[in-house]
DNA sequence: TCTATGGTGATTTTT
DNA sequence: TCACCATAGA
């Protein structure tokens, strides 16, 4: 264990006043880019458990990430030996998920439920909308979707809304009775988890007393993104004896679309007042002129809480404004420059991409492969959504929740085995008038008369199929259940027969979930639950990037979305032209226009070393040629900072399409 | 049940 | 343009 004189050599002076503050006063540090959050997060921690004698028990941490609250258990317990056991670090999310499966009587739920993505809940909405005939290209199911989640993150019931107008109460019907099928069948949505917890708290004193007794020291980290729901939550927590520290960055909100409330910086202010504010304002991370371009991009947005980024890394060289004559001249640009630099001494993986939109990665992917350079694209497919995955997550959930009717659709027909849609059809419409689950639905029907024999004898081989794989994997262990399933089933019979990389790849993956199964370690807490139960909340929570061969170094591709948090030597922020970032939507809307100005800064002050401003005068946008104008970001920054520049490779190459 | 074809519509996505 | 669907026909 190190002394508190050590906990605070390492920290300048205001990070020192945030991590030395009184035990008993509320907190909040507004954390800059690159200003140290994490450090002083983490050595906060620490101090309270040395200095004011605080016990581990009595801490908690909330995230956002699954990434952020690993690194924050890896950094207390490496940097200062910790023992972390006893202490809550998790996501909102995570954590909720872990209070229902200790109170889910409490909570009004069954103690199996299971969690659903998006694109269960995604398919879910839409066979609500099939069963109510509600005709998908004049409702969307997505923008339902969207509705739902939005409604929730606000707190809203269904029963507590007033739709407004045709298309809301259309809406709002299905609403209705998606909240009613999950209630039934034991399904919990993301936004659910929160509102459970909130509403179980609500419902039970008791229960939140102890919990507000227990956590005596609340952390919060990335305050600006919290919605509604999560802001009550914390809110819930505070009983008036516990202190919080929150850390956020007003500057950097970039999920309003997500429901995230940037006034909750505000509100917290008001509500846990009086607040002790520290502005962490030194950079580690940029050069002097990089910072002052962000500074001046972000000091046009109104009603900021104030803060201005410097740094002791000296001036470093200019902004580089590329104006290329179309994407794929800007493409070769980008990689002309990168190679430019690689001759110099630079590894691939010291630079990354940016831009507004994944379809931009496509043209700037293509150069890369032209010339050679290994790269690497974020936010793809992970791991646990991939279709081979999700199908074999389904047998496992319909094996373990045989009323799990989402599981039950996906895999009924999946490998092909002769039950078409009309039986389907039949399956869920008798589910419907008896009041059945698929599986209990679909096992009366093959006692009875109503299918063509043919039918009749396809689906009596699924059942007897699940039946004997129930049976089989009673009493494995987990990697070995997840095996037997993925042969039992078919699948990997399925993925044998196709031919090519693509099927080979699924098999991969498929091997890979084993081993996933295998390594997998349930949470203490969870020794109640079956292993099983416990891999697939797991694997709907952290569905995990896919991390191929991250050793070769290679240019990184993302979304500015993605990017935050991360930093390069050298960024290229690309297709900055007005409609595009901004985007067109944010164009007559000022708050939207703000929170693009915070991606901007956001993709800035990602950059270390030298940062590439590249936007095209033309760009092929859904088949047809548009031309641009630069973004309004580059004009707002002043001239001194940017210095405009040509192509850096001899071999230009032509830039004209065909 | 599989494959071909045509219509549609198109940011960002921590959990 | 291109990817994702839903539907029609084999």
Known sequence: MLDQDQILSSLNAEQAAAVSAPANQHMLVLAGAGSGKTRVLVHRLAWLVEHDGISPYQLLSVTFTNKAAKEMRNRLETAFGMPTTGMWIGTFHGLAHRLLRMHWEAAGLKENFQVMDADDQHRLIRRIMKEHNIDESRYAPK??????????????????????????????????????????????????????????????????????????????DEFQDTNEAQYTWLKCLFGGDNTFMVVGDDDQSIYGWRGAKIENLMRYQQEFSPVNVIRLQQNYRSTQTILSAANAVIERNTGRMGKSLWSDRGEGEPLAVYNAFNEIDEAHFVVASIQAHIERGRQANEFAILYRSNAQSRVMEEALMMSGTAYRVYGGMRFFERQEIKNTLAYCRLLMTPEDDTAFERIVNTPARGIGERTVQIIRETAQIEHLSMWESAKRLIQSQTLTGRAQNALMRFIELMTTCQVLIDDQPLAEQVETIIHQSGLWSMYQQDKGEKAQAKRDNLSELVNAAQSF??????????????????????????????????????????????????????????????????????????????????GLTRAMEKCYLCHAESRQQFGKTSLMRPSRFIREIPQEMKRAVRMQSTIRRPALRH
């Not at 929730?152 to 739709?163: C, N, T, V």
């Not at 069948?185 to 007393?209: K, T």
Request: proline fraction near 5%; aromatic fraction near 10%.
């Open 143 to 220: 923008s339902t979707q969207y509705y739902i989640n939005e409604k929730k993150d606000a707190l809203k019931r269904a029963h507590a809304i007033e739709p407004m107008g045709r298309k809301e109460s259309v809406m709002h019907q299905i609403y209705t009775e998606y909240e009613a099928y999950c209630q039934k069948n034991g399904m919990v949505d993301f936004a659910e988890l929160l509102m459970r917890v909130i509403e179980c708290w609500q419902r039970s004193p008791e229960l939140l007393a102890h919990y507000r007794e227990r956590f005596t020291h609340i952390c919060v």
């Open 521 to 602: 370690k349930q949470s203490p807490e969870d020794d109640e639950i079956a292993p099983m139960m416990s891999f697939l909340s797991h694997a709907v929570m952290e569905a995990g990037e896919v991390q191929a061969d991250v050793h070769t170094p290679a240019v990184q591709l993302m979304t500015l979305h993605s990017a935050k948090g991360l930093e390069f030597p050298v960024v290229f922020i690309v297709g900055l032209e007005e409609r595009l970032f901004p985007t067109f939507n944010a164009m007559d809307d000022p708050d939207k226009l703000e929170e693009e100005r915070r991606l901007c800064y956001v």
